[in-house]
């Protein structure tokens, strides 16, 4: 039987999926400064590949955070294929997401393809993947009281495996202090390459074993860090990859021009961008939070 396998972000994309900031109780107060960046946004993906946007899909939802409701695209046989799992606003926090929770089998709709859907609770900023069967992820996001039981870690983690293709989990303690999300990976440590890991500074423990785990499957394997901004749950490991690019999210501080110099250093073949995030993680997320890459199978 064939294996579902979840390609880099690096890979070649057929597009960027987005969901426009209608939640006025989040966005009204913002409103010039969130349209703005979303102008911005659009016109930089719009150079480098096609951005679909649910709105104009007639694809409804409660807020902007697609890659957390999204479906996870998956290729199986040569073909592409969507997973959805359940979405309950991190925890039922931040009510209603009806809407958002519908987004998986709806997107999967409108591309003429196959969508499996599972019952546990999981975003995609949760999970990390490099292309290869590997994959980070935190606890927290993972268990909780209104996230999955602890109890049934076996059933959940096999069903992992096999949606998601993944052959090696590597599960980290926490993610960010103070992220709504409970900690999401995608603050804490992005793969650059498929043995190599960039994370945030502070989090020595893990960086060892992100580095010993590396260690196992891949020879020169290599753990990079970078600092954190100084606004609170902000951070370089939120960009996205884009065909030929590479967009990362800026925060008008010192250490912008550091994230910068370190991307063009390793992705010395890709344009860096940066684009002005402060608007949207007053919201508490960035430009992987708000985005979801659709592979090109």
Same mark, same amino acid.
């Given at each position: 039987?064939?294996?579902?396998?979840?390609?880099?972000?690096?890979? #070649?994309?057929? %597009?960027t999926? !987005?969901?426009? *900031?209608?939640?006025?109780? +989040? /966005?009204?107060?913002?409103r010039?400064?969130?349209?703005?960046?979303?102008?911005?946004?659009?016109?930089?993906?719009?150079?480098?590949?096609?951005v679909k946007?649910?709105?104009?899909?007639?694809?409804?939802h409660?807020?902007?955070w697609?890659?957390?409701?999204?479906?996870?695209?998956?290729?199986?046989?040569?073909?592409?294929?969507?997973?959805?799992?359940?979405?309950?606003?991190?925890g039922?926090?931040?009510?209603?997401w009806d809407?958002?929770?519908?987004v998986? #089998?709806?997107? %999967?709709?409108? !591309?003429?393809? *196959?969508?499996v859907?599972? +019952? /546990?609770?999981?975003?995609?900023?949760?999970m990390?993947?490099?292309?290869?069967?590997?994959?980070?992820?935190?606890?927290?996001?993972?268990?909780g009281?209104?996230?999955?039981?602890?109890?049934?870690?076996?059933?959940?983690?096999?069903?992992?495996?096999?949606s998601?293709?993944?052959?090696?989990?590597k599960?980290l303690?926490?993610?960010?202090?103070?992220?709504?999300?409970?900690?999401h990976?995608?603050?804490?440590?992005?793969?650059?390459?498929?043995?190599?890991?960039?994370?945030a %500074?502070?989090?020595?423990?893990?960086?060892?074993e992100?580095?010993? /785990?590396l260690a196992?499957?891949?020879?020169?394997?290599?753990?990079?860090?970078?600092?954190?901004?100084?606004?609170?749950?902000?951070?370089?490991?939120n960009?996205?990859?884009?065909?030929?690019?590479?967009?990362?999210?800026l925060?008008n501080?010192?250490?912008?021009?550091?994230?910068?110099?370190y991307?063009?250093?390793?992705?010395p073949?890709?344009?860096?961008?940066?684009?002005?995030?402060?608007?949207?993680?007053?919201?508490?997320?960035?430009?992987?939070?708000l985005s979801?890459?659709?592979?090109?199978?």
């Amino acid at each position: 039987m064939e294996n579902n396998r979840y390609p880099a972000e690096w890979e #070649e994309q057929a %597009a960027t999926w !987005l969901a426009l *900031p209608i939640n006025e109780e +989040n /966005w009204a107060s913002r409103r010039d400064g969130i349209d703005a960046f979303y102008s911005e946004l659009v016109e930089t993906i719009s150079r480098f590949q096609s951005v679909k946007i649910l709105d104009n899909l007639q694809i409804p939802h409660n807020d902007v955070w697609i890659r957390d409701y999204g479906p996870f695209f998956v290729e199986r046989s040569g073909k592409l294929n969507a997973i959805g799992y359940e979405f309950n606003a991190w925890g039922e926090k931040f009510p209603p997401w009806d809407l958002d929770n519908a987004v998986p #089998e709806k997107v %999967a709709e409108k !591309l003429g393809i *196959p969508c499996v859907k599972y +019952n /546990w609770i999981l975003e995609g900023g949760a999970m990390e993947f490099n292309g290869d069967g590997l994959c980070l992820t935190t606890t927290p996001c993972l268990f909780g009281e209104k996230r999955n039981s602890k109890k049934q870690e076996s059933e959940l983690l096999k069903d992992l495996r096999e949606s998601l293709g993944i052959k090696s989990l590597k599960v980290l303690p926490e993610g960010l202090e103070g992220d709504h999300t409970d900690g999401h990976i995608d603050n804490l440590a992005r793969f650059v390459a498929k043995n190599r890991v960039v994370i945030a %500074a502070g989090f020595e423990q893990s960086k060892k074993e992100i580095e010993l /785990w590396l260690a196992e499957h891949y020879e020169n394997a290599k753990v990079d860090v970078l600092p954190l901004p100084p606004i609170i749950t902000s951070s370089y490991m939120n960009f996205i990859f884009v065909n030929g690019g590479l967009i990362v999210p800026l925060y008008n501080c010192k250490a912008d021009s550091f994230a910068l110099e370190y991307f063009k250093k390793v992705f010395p073949d890709r344009e860096i961008i940066g684009i002005d995030c402060i608007v949207p993680i007053e919201e508490g997320g960035s430009l992987h939070c708000l985005s979801k890459q659709e592979p090109k199978v």
